[in-house]
């Protein structure tokens, strides 16, 4: 009902348990009223529990460093619905591949290069090598590290 779309507190209760169960993510915020897209409280609380909410967010959070560093803290591939500059960002970058989930898919093409970087993707998930670099995919140290964690 339109009116509980814009009770925050209902709002607040929904995305504190809109997490990942049964196969399919949570995503009470995609249904909550534009004007709590835009609440911070609302905005952290969702990225913090879903990740995957920044997708949801008002577009002026997706700039918000404290918001896209607490959504690819807890999915890694929130990166993809951050804004571009932070895909360039390498403390960003480095949270979300560290995190799981595929990160460094949505890393900027130059830091898919930065080797410290794409090590310890792989040392947290084998298979996201095939998101580096070609260069790093030719590096011996690198495919040992991305084999020992597939």
Known sequence: HEDLRNDREV???AVRHSHYERGKWGHALKYAHPDLRKDREVVLQAVRTNGHALEYVHNDFKLDREVVLSAVRAHGDALEHAHESFKADPEVVLDATTRGGDGLKYAHESLKQNRELVLAAVRRCGS???????????????????????
Do not use: N
């Not at 996201?128 to 597939?150: F, I, Q, S």
């Open 11 to 13: 709002v607040l209760e």
């Open 128 to 150: 996201t090598l095939e998101y580096a670099h070609p260069d790093m995919r030719k590096d011996r140290e690198v495919v040992l590290e991305a084999v020992r964690t597939l």
